[in-house]
């Protein structure tokens, strides 16, 4: 039976105080829904299937390089953070898996397995990490990882992610995801060409070593840690590294890895065509890696990725990309931001559903620009909320997740119990 951390009894008194509003909101948007040849029922089933990951360092407090302010109740350790995902789960219904960070989420995979079964939640993608060094070990990623001159680097860095592919095997985790920081910070340090043939090298052995279920995730990021040149950059590399590795590598996209005004949409509509869109960090930024909360800075921008993932999904009912939240939290409590986040990303792909994709290619086929664009701000003009507060309902979640998260008082009852961290970092890849 799955444990409950938030006591039913609130959610279902919160829930009370809203339903006759809501079931009034659904109907009448359900009539408006019919008159366009769209049936509620059907978008409310696919948003209740809908599910994204949460990072397991999403609920900590997150920090900038130059300071980083605690929050009350932090999660002490892995164990915490999937009670806080847990929480986060039970609410929103919209995010059934936690994704672990090797090595910050080292623990006794059964464990860590037993932890994650109490709420019934599942394991996403693992991440390894290169990009900073792990207390004792031997050889430093100060110069680079999986793409240092280094052979003995190299090797110790190919070691750990082998080392996560088989946590991740015991804990049912079905892909890996790999983030570098390598690169160089100034013109001449590296040689582009032999940096990356090691990092093809490296990544070749991590592959090499996947289950056949399992899948590669690599992402690309075009700046930082390393400022002048980076190996992994954009999404052009990206899919040359996905091509070159073969049938079990993907491309992640994380919506922050990209210069300002990039159409992201777009690269999520080449990686789609040609086969090789693994999934995606949802974000969201204003200048760079900014890490905001998805859909808080341009809720328009992550409509159209999913515009294209529905239009992709239409022609192709294999695909299914990972979906995940990567985002930094640094002045709100992390659970009440990824709720939040969760159910716009969940905003996102039901205001996608709404597009009459028919009257969108007519409109393209008849060169009616207005037309065309008309269609899809329709669908995004749409308050589509109803529907998924519905079924959010319906899954025994909470109308209202923040609402019943703050009746509850779950972080002043954690904040007695966890003490507050002073330091450290929660990273954000
Ligand atoms: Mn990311």
């Known amino acids: 039976m799955t444990e409950h951390i938030i006591d039913p009894s609130i959610i279902a008194a919160e829930n009370a105080r809203l339903s006759t509003d809501l079931r009034n909101d659904y109907d009448s948007l359900g009539e408006r829904l019919d008159r366009r040849g769209i049936a509620i029922d059907a978008i409310k089933e696919k948003v209740a299937n809908f599910s994204v990951a949460v990072p397991s360092w999403g609920v900590g407090t997150g920090g900038t390089r130059f300071a980083r302010f605690p929050g009350k109740g932090e999660p002490r350790d892995i164990f915490d953070k999937i009670e806080d995902c847990a929480v986060i789960a039970q609410l929103t219904r919209a995010t059934r898996t936690v994704s672990l960070h090797i090595p910050w989420d080292k623990a006794d995979p059964n464990r860590l397995k037993q932890a994650a079964s109490r709420f019934n939640l599942g394991f996403d993608a693992m991440n390894s990490n290169t990009f900073s060094d792990a207390k004792g070990q031997i050889q430093s990623y100060k110069f680079g990882s999986l793409s240092a001159y280094d052979k003995a680097t190299r090797d110790q860095a190919i070691e750990h992610n082998l080392e996560c592919i088989e946590i991740g095997k015991t804990i049912g985790s079905k892909a890996l995801t790999v983030w570098i920081g390598d690169g160089s910070n100034f013109p001449g340090q590296v040689n582009f060409t032999s940096q990356f043939e090691h990092y093809l090298d490296s990544m070749k052995s991590i592959h090499a070593a996947l289950p056949d279920d399992w899948r590669l995730y690599t992402e690309h990021k075009m700046y930082e840690p390393a400022f002048y040149s980076t190996v992994v950059q954009d999404w052009g590399t990206n899919y040359l590294i996905a091509k070159e590795l073969g049938d079990k590598a993907f491309c992640l996209v994380d919506l922050g890895h990209h210069a300002p005004n990039v159409n992201i949409e777009m690269i999520v509509a080449r990686l789609a065509q040609f086969g090789k869109l693994g999934g995606f960090h949802f974000n969201d930024s204003k200048y760079g890696d900014d890490d ?119 972080r002043a009852k954690v904040a007695e119990i966890r003490p507050e961290i002073a330091a450290g970092s929660s990273g954000i890849v």
Do not use: C, W
């Open 292 to 410: 905001l909360d998805a859909g808080s800075i341009d809720p328009f921008r992550l409509f159209l990725v999913f515009n294209e993932l529905v239009d992709a999904e239409s022609r192709d009912a294999d695909f299914h990309p990972a979906h995940m939240l990567d985002q930094s939290h640094n002045v709100t409590d992390p659970i009440e931001s990824l709720m939040l986040s969760a159910a716009d990303v969940q905003r996102a792909y039901a205001q996608a559903l709404l597009v009459d994709r028919n009257s969108l290619v007519a409109a393209q086929n008849a060169n009616d620009a207005l037309a065309a664009a008309l269609e899809l701000r329709k669908a995004f003009r749409t308050d589509v909320e109803p529907i998924l507060a519905m079924a959010r309902l319906e899954q025994g979640g909470a109308i209202d997740p923040l609402a019943a998260y703050r009746a509850a008082g779950y």
